[in-house]
């Protein structure tokens, strides 16, 4: 998955704890994270605890959730609990495309299965950078979506 480097930053400070995509990877759990311009470098595993897809939930809102959902549907469809975030040495863009000359950064995501080379290269060269940052996902609620 792809981020900008300040959400990148937010998710790792806990201060952003869904993330909103117009399109979610189906059965996603965890995703390598890719950090845009200039870092340019996957930097860190994202775990996802649930997805949801936003237009459901308008029903269960009272009418501000509700109000700010609507805000975000124009732009996103979907939001992921994240339930924690594993930074990793960052892979620089330079080294993916050394070893593996078709990789294009991707621009949402892609399905990493799809590429085993890609897939063998980051599992062979993660080395974990500190603890795993967890987020409380137990005290979660509707208040928290689209905020």
Same mark, same amino acid.
């Given at each position: @998955?792809?981020?900008?480097?300040?959400?990148?930053?937010?998710?790792?400070?806990?201060? #952003?704890?869904? =993330?909103?995509?117009?399109?979610?990877?189906? $059965?996603? %759990?965890?995703? /390598? @994270?890719?950090?845009?311009?200039?870092?340019?470098?996957?930097?860190?595993?994202?775990? /996802?605890? =649930?997805?949801? &897809?936003?237009?459901?939930?308008?029903?269960?809102?009272? =009418?501000?959730?509700?109000?700010?959902? $609507?805000?975000?549907?124009?732009?996103?469809?979907?939001?992921?609990?994240? #339930?924690?975030?594993?930074?990793?040495?960052?892979?620089?863009?330079?080294?993916? &495309?050394?070893? !593996?000359?078709?990789? %294009?950064?991707?621009?949402?995501?892609?399905?990493?299965? *799809?590429?085993? =080379? !890609?897939?063998?290269?980051?599992? &062979?060269?993660? &080395? /974990?950078?500190?603890?795993?940052?967890?987020? *409380?996902? $137990?005290?979660?609620?509707?208040?928290?979506?689209?905020?």
């Amino acid at each position: @998955m792809s981020f900008w480097p300040d959400v990148y930053n937010r998710i790792l400070k806990s201060e #952003k704890i869904f =993330e909103y995509r117009r399109i979610f990877p189906k $059965n996603c %759990t965890h995703a /390598f @994270m890719y950090v845009s311009s200039p870092v340019k470098a996957i930097c860190g595993i994202i775990y /996802f605890e =649930e997805v949801y &897809k936003l237009s459901d939930l308008i029903d269960s809102c009272d =009418e501000v959730i509700s109000d700010r959902i $609507n805000r975000y549907l124009p732009k996103y469809q979907y939001a992921g609990s994240i #339930k924690a975030v594993q930074k990793i040495k960052p892979i620089h863009l330079e080294e993916l &495309k050394l070893n !593996l000359p078709n990789f %294009t950064a991707p621009q949402s995501y892609l399905y990493i299965d *799809n590429y085993p =080379e !890609l897939r063998d290269f980051l599992l &062979k060269n993660v &080395k /974990f950078d500190g603890q795993k940052i967890s987020n *409380n996902i $137990n005290i979660l609620s509707l208040d928290h979506i689209c905020s």
